[in-house]
């Protein structure tokens, strides 16, 4: 009897850009995608900060460059993605967010977060998408949604409109990209321990309110994420395209 074999996770030869990647979720991606063997090109705003990453994961002895780069500046991105591309995968990362509540959102604030969460995302897929396109890739875009993009949560009305905007992305992009044999995928984790999460995670009402919604009882960790983000990269997802996968302990299921 032929049994089948399990599609392989590797990802050796390939060209991987994380956006986001000097902390956080983004270098638990970054890591995750140079373990299984890629060439990852991880990218942040602070020179410093990037480099020390790419530089840790060189050391660990797996392949990386730091790209220092402002995601929503579009047509920088844009020349430094057809400069350091093509890529087979992107993890489309980079995010920021200010809690509020909706009454006293202003317009800076709503253009700040959309500008990087929304925005820039959707410009940096495009520009990846792309280059995947003229070179014949049939690559794996992977955006880094929220449960915020399937849930509302309390001062994250922008936060949540712009999530929510990602999941629409991906599924009409996948429409469009899956012509060219290009998956897109969206990752929602729930809060996990990041610098970007401190504040809740300072506040211990917060983090009550937290734990009470998680029904696995804790926190998300960045280790968390890398299986899903090894998982959506490789052919173990070959024919996964248009949804997102939720990490939430349970937040959404009720
Ligand atoms: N942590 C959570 O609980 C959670 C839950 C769900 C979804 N997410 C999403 O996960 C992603 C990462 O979150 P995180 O918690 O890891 O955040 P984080 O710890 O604040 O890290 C954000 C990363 O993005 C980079 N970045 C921010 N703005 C950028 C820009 N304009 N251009 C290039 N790089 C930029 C930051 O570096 P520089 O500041 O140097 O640019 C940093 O590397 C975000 O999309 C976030 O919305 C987070």
């Not at 392989?8 to 995750?32: E, N």
């Not at 929510?164 to 290009?182: N, P, R, V, Y």
């Not at 280790?223 to 998982?231: C, N, P, Q, R, Y």
Request: charged share 20%.
């Amino acid at each position: 009897m032929n049994l089948p074999s399990t599609p392989s996770m590797r990802l050796d030869g390939k060209r991987a850009l994380v956006t986001g990647a000097s902390r956080g979720i983004g270098l638990g991606g970054a890591v995750a995608l140079a373990e299984a063997g890629a060439h990852v090109v991880m990218v942040a705003r602070s020179a410093d900060d990037i480099e020390a990453a790419a530089d840790a994961v060189r050391r660990a002895r797996y392949s990386a460059e730091a790209l220092t780069l402002d995601v929503s500046d579009i047509a920088a991105m844009r020349m430094a993605i057809k400069t350091r591309g093509p890529f087979d995968v992107l993890f489309n990362n980079a995010g920021t967010n200010q809690p509020m509540p909706y009454v006293e959102v202003s317009e800076e604030n709503y253009d700040r977060i959309t500008g990087v969460n929304t925005r820039a995302a959707f410009f940096v897929a495009q520009a990846v998408a792309r280059g995947m396109i003229a070179a014949g890739i049939k690559g794996s875009i992977i955006h880094t949604s929220s449960q915020m993009g399937h849930v509302g949560g309390i001062d994250r009305s922008v936060y949540c409109a712009s999530k929510f905007a990602i999941e629409g992305l991906t599924k009409a992009s996948a429409i469009e990209l899956a012509a060219h044999g290009i998956r897109v995928n969206a990752i929602a984790p729930t809060f996990i321990r990041t610098p970007m999460t401190q504040s809740t995670f300072d506040d211990p009402e917060r983090v009550a309110w937290v734990r009470s919604k998680i029904k696995l009882g804790r926190v998300g960790e960045v280790e968390d994420i890398m299986g899903a983000v090894l998982f959506l990269a490789s052919d173990a997802s070959a024919l996964v395209t248009g949804t997102s996968m939720l990490v939430d302990g349970g937040w959404t299921a009720g």
